[in-house]
């Protein structure tokens, strides 16, 4: 008997030690991933504003730029930038724009070393959210459950991509999917997890005004986690009544947290919290505005909703399957979501969300999982600003949390099918490296074939100017170079000498026509003439075209 109980202790043992192999795999792979994409990556179109706003918070202590987001986001970047000892000119007057491309390109700093300082603490936020769903996977379905729901996540390639990025969307996500997690974990210590939530509810709201839609749902989830935590075999109509006011007190103990976490961002950039509102602040009418005069959050984060209703105000153009329209479609974001997914996670998100319901042992989880997830993809679907999936990854976190249900299936051919999805996701990915901004599945032609269906940060962003650069240098030297580029980065600064096609008479455009491919996707028609009169001849990093236009004599003599 002893010798039988020696013998299970270290086969228990081992596993423990194959799993954590396997964990320290996946992120060391995902590690890799982000580090390598980020040094390759010049600035993508919103990453100067936010490390420009960032190094303004650190040095000159000011809230003045980029209103329109709360500060946590960007002191988390001004930690990296710290330590690449970014100098700025305090006098400096321009807006947001210039501002990151004074910092970048103006005031002898560094751009690839600075841009990768204020990446790295994404890319470790990143992996450290990779970490959160581990553990809460592993919690609803075991420990292969978790490493389901964490492959999933390390080969997720918009994770990969944004997660690379010194933006946002990542942060945000990510501290929602961890408020989630403690809440989970809240119906069994809820004094211990309960302000942790609140904490971390209050980091995501803190960080993009994005994760507000998320707060009734994530307090009405306190009020069940509390009444599970608390609740008795007969408690009768009044210890019911009693478990509810429980609840709703918790609730907004962490409704108070959260709120505190925004107010310490704030005075964490500025402790006097000295602040004038912007002279273009938009005047915004209805409900949406007055419900924000009464919001307990300081006054500068106000006004950013006020920013942010003015965003929603307008009208942006999109571009789907080769339209370019104006407006918003309510289906862009699934629809890109589809284009954009492996084939193989979307088998598992659809799996794990199945057995999520139907698995007894899992039900308790869907409103955790599954309710948060499809109220913020429901106001996502109602934006103004059909520019990216990046305003949804909170999908592949918390979908990947969901599709750990699939460990809890008992058939066996259930799980070797889940094993042959995960390892297609894995390939997928791997495929596309380094490219993963610009990634589709197979289903839509893969990386080279993204342009075609969607824009913008779904494919180009302007991170390649540094890989154009190097290619100019390479196959074209000496070639007159005719450049429309959508991005952030200077072109003269990385040896680009080139000149706008758009600014002078079309006939006397010859040479090298090189275009982002957000911009071929809303070209004009003078630029839409200059693309059809030229000949396609290569491509960069899967974001920009290059084509070949030649002289009129050079294209009547190629005629003949």
């Known amino acids: 008997m002893r010798q039988a109980a020696r013998a299970g202790e270290g086969l228990r043992r081992h596993r423990r030690w194959l799993f954590a192999l396997f964990v320290v795999v996946l992120l060391a792979e995902m590690a890799v991933a982000m580090v390598t994409t980020a040094v390759k990556q010049t600035p993508t179109i919103d990453e100067p504003v936010y490390v420009g706003t960032a190094v303004v918070y650190l040095q000159q202590h000011s809230l003045r730029y980029n209103p329109e987001h709360p500060p946590l986001g960007k002191l988390l970047i001004g930690s990296g930038t710290a330590f690449a000892d970014a100098h700025l000119d305090r006098a400096f007057t321009g807006d947001q724009t210039e501002l990151g491309r004074h910092l970048l390109y103006e005031s002898g700093n560094d751009p690839w070393r600075l841009m990768l300082w204020a990446r790295l603490p994404v890319i470790v936020l990143t992996l450290l959210f990779g970490l959160v769903v581990l553990a809460f996977a592993r919690d609803l379905a075991g420990p292969v459950g978790g490493l389901v729901a964490l492959g999933l996540y390390v080969f997720s390639p918009d994770i990969i991509a944004h997660g690379s990025l010194a933006t946002l969307d990542v ?6 999917l961890t408020s989630v997690w403690l809440l989970w974990r809240a119906r069994r210590r809820p004094r211990l997890c ?3 939530a609140g904490g971390a509810l209050g980091a995501a709201v803190a960080t993009k005004m994005s994760a507000l839609p998320a707060v009734p749902v994530l307090l009405l ?6 009444c599970h935590a608390r609740r008795t075999h007969h408690p009768g109509s009044g210890g019911r009544m009693r478990l509810l006011v429980l609840g709703v007190a918790a609730a907004s103990v962490v409704a108070l947290v959260a709120i505190a976490v925004v107010w310490a961002s704030y005075l964490a950039v500025d402790p006097q919290l000295r602040w004038a509102g912007p002279e273009n602040l938009p005047v ?6 007055r419900v924000v005069d009464r919001l307990p959050f300081p006054e500068p984060y106000r006004d950013g909703m006020r920013i942010q209703f003015g965003f929603e105000n307008m009208t942006w153009s999109g571009f789907l399957f080769g339209r370019h329209y104006r407006g918003s479609l309510w289906y862009y974001l ?3 979501l589809l284009i954009k997914t492996p084939l193989g996670m979307l088998a598992l998100w659809s799996a794990g969300a199945v057995a999520t319901v139907t698995v007894p042992r899992l039900r308790s989880a869907a409103p955790y999982v599954l309710v948060p997830t499809v109220v913020l993809l429901a106001a996502a679907m109602t934006g103004s600003r059909d520019l990216g999936v990046r305003y949804a990854l909170f999908m592949p976190m918390f979908l990947a949390v ?3 249900g699939v460990a809890a299936l008992r058939r066996r051919s259930a799980h070797i099918a889940s094993a042959a999805l995960l390892l297609f996701v894995a390939v997928s990915s791997l495929r596309t490296y380094p490219y993963y901004l610009p990634y589709s599945n197979e289903a839509f032609g893969g990386p080279a074939r993204t342009h075609l269906r969607l824009h913008d940060s779904n494919v180009d962003w302007g991170q390649d100017l540094g890989r154009l650069a190097a290619r100019l240098r390479q196959r074209y030297p000496d070639e007159k170079i005719w450049l429309v580029y959508k991005g ?3 072109p003269s600064f990385y040896g680009i000498d080139a000149s706008d096609p758009r600014k002078v008479p079309p006939s006397e455009v010859h040479g090298l026509l090189v275009v982002s491919d957000s911009s071929i996707a809303k070209a004009d028609d003078r630029l839409s003439t200059l693309i059809s009169t030229s000949v396609r001849i290569d491509e960069v990093g899967h974001s920009i075209t290059i084509y070949r236009r030649a002289t009129r004599v050079h294209r009547a003599l190629e005629a003949k």
């Open 221 to 226: 989830l306190v009020v069940l986690s509390v």
């Open 284 to 289: 915004t009418h209805g409900l949406g505005p």
């Open 334 to 336: 699934p629809t890109a």
């Open 171 to 176: 942060p945000t996500a990510g501290f929602l």
């Open 402 to 404: 969901a599709a750990a």
């Open 488 to 490: 952030s980065g200077v």
């Open 194 to 196: 309960l302000p942790l």
